[in-house]
């Protein structure tokens, strides 16, 4: 069952209406702002029939656009229409999948992630576990796509602990960011979730939130993207007066194959961070927390696995029972392998740190640099856009060899941003980018789940050598 739309009662209804006719659900993203509607609906349609679905519900502009183009092949219904209490409520036995779930593409091609319904049931249980999920006093409220992983991972949480649950669309939140807060304040939710540039520019901009109560917030997810503990460090304090705890914070760990969550902290220590030092100076690392239930976590350094605490970085692997049967079109995975993640990191005392991308490692003159650091550096920098840095390592065969800083910019002085930008990070890195290139907002490339494409903005910066 493919399913596209805003996060209304139907759309939530239908994913639990999908399980109880033995079907799988796909949640695909609708489109963007300035896409060409019959290329949006051709390749959603595509992409559907490319995964096996062949019924899609949808409503309202969406429902019209996906009938608006050849549909040989699907069958697409009203979600309105379907979503009516006339309707045999005895389940059908199925022992297929219960959620076909599309990966972030964010290092390559997005792929889909077979996940069953005991997958998906032990992801959902042990999040709640983790956090302590009460339907009696718990309020989850959500803007996140249900369409991405830790969107959908909190909608089915909720219902399955019974806890009250407000939704919002995600393009509200993407016209009006504040808004967010007033949607907590108005609920009570004391739980929510969202990627760490939602926290940074609540954080950047603080001054401009007013008369809201965050009292009741006692969890507050950051994932998806890697967590800047300063921003997040600055979100908490600004949001202090408001009535939040910085115990609230949880910078959390997960992936599409393993359902969604793998490491998450438990509520109440809040942000903790560690300090790796290296020729270049220190630097900070969220600490992600300790496996949820029905989850383990390793670190494959070669041939060999690190030891808890030992702080040696390698490759994160993960298993466990929240993982995927595998890819859509490949070979099924077996539940007792480990499977590895492409992130690099460590354990800690407090649990797992993440350092970056395997693919996305740096190496210039012998060191190895994590993109991130001179990503969270080079925002500092007036009219580049924070969220919005690409930092590159390309070879000899460049037209630009070494670091090279790509980024969208908004500012009346290129030249003097660019100079302050290159002494920020050789100061604050130790090394020199070789170029900066500066993009018109909106320009880098990104995934449906706002993640940025590096190796689409690495082919970009080829092709213009």
Known sequence: MGLVGEPTVELVAAIQGAWLAGAAVSILPGPVRGANDQRWADATLTRFLGIGVRTVLSQGSYL?????????????????????????????????????QGTAGSTGAPRTAILSPGAVLSNLRGLNQRVGTDA?????????????????????????????????????????????????????????????????????????????DLGALRVTLNGGEPVDCDGLTRFAEAMAPFGFDAGAVLPSYGLAESTCAVTVPVPGIGLLADRVIDGS???????????????????????????????????????????????????????????ATGDLGYLGAGGLVVCGRAKEVISIAGRNIFPTEVELVAAQVRGVREGAVVALGTGDRSTRPGLVVAAEFRGPDEANARAELIQRVASECGIVPSDVVFVSPGSLPRTSSGKLRRLAVRRSLEMAD
């Open 64 to 100: 019209a656009r996906l009938r608006s183009v050849d549909t040989a092949g699907v069958t697409i219904g009203d979600l309105s229409t379907a979503a009516h209490t006339n309707r045999s409520a005895t389940p059908v036995a199925s022992e297929g999948p219960a959620v076909l």
């Open 136 to 212: 009696a006093t718990d309020v989850g409220c959500s803007w996140l796509p249900l369409y991405h992983d830790m969107g959908l991972a909190f909608v089915l949480s909720a219902a399955l602990a019974g806890a009250p649950l407000w939704l919002a669309p995600t393009t509200a939140f993407t016209a009006s960011p504040f808004r967010w807060l007033s949607w907590l304040s108005d609920s009570g939710a004391t739980m929510t979730a969202a990627p760490n540039f939602a926290y940074n520019l609540i954080g950047k901009y603080a001054r401009r939130v007013s008369e809201v």
């Open 281 to 339: 100076g220190a630097h900070k690392h969220a600490v992600l927390g300790n496996p949820i239930p029905g989850m383990e976590v390793r670190i494959s350094c070669g041939d060999q696995a690190a030891g808890n605490a030992s702080r040696e970085i390698g490759e994160i692997e993960i298993r466990g029972a929240s993982m995927m049967a595998g890819y859509l079109g490949q070979q099924p995975i077996d539940p007792d392998d480990w499977f």
